[in-house]
């Protein structure tokens, strides 16, 4: 009966640290690793704004104030097409919910924002772009930080 109990024990431990990890996901990439990546190219607005054109699926989502709520967000297929024509498409689903123009600003020393016409909850923060990743990251005054993945550039 103890070896059981024991084996039984046992098993329960081992299930429940095997969960704990699923319920804290991690963002693809440190905050400290995409400025890092960032700050290797000489951003300036229009560059940035060339280097956002095209498709990019919302990933992950963090907030400053919910860290256990972090998730990863492709269930919700949610995706940012930034056109040249200075329109930005939100399309859920392949539903069009949200059209507006868009530019490129500067925010402070060497760091940019997206200024919207009409603002959207998922694209505030300074913007930070590694290859083909791309963070509105808002946390420092207390928002979401949102991960973006790259589908397509603008062809």
């Not at 000489?42 to 907030?63: F, I, M, P, V």
């Amino acid at each position: 009966m103890t070896r059981r109990l024991l084996l039984f024990s046992l098993l329960l431990t081992i299930a429940l640290f095997s969960c704990e990890k699923q319920n804290n996901p991690q963002p693809p990439l440190s905050l400290e690793d995409m400025h890092s990546c960032h700050q290797k190219k000489d951003w300036h607005a229009e560059l940035l704004r060339d280097s956002l054109l095209g498709e990019w699926r919302w990933l992950y989502t963090q907030n400053f104030w919910a860290p256990e709520a972090a998730h990863y967000t492709t269930n919700q297929e949610v995706f940012i097409s930034f056109r040249p024509d200075s329109l930005l498409h939100i399309v859920v689903r392949e539903d069009t919910l949200h059209t507006t123009k868009w530019q490129v600003s500067l925010r402070r020393t060497n760091m940019y924002q997206l200024v919207l016409e009409e603002p959207h909850q998922y694209l505030h923060g300074d913007i930070v772009l590694c290859e083909d990743l791309l963070l509105f990251n808002n946390s420092y005054v207390d928002g979401s930080d949102n991960f973006f993945e790259r589908v397509q550039p603008f062809s």
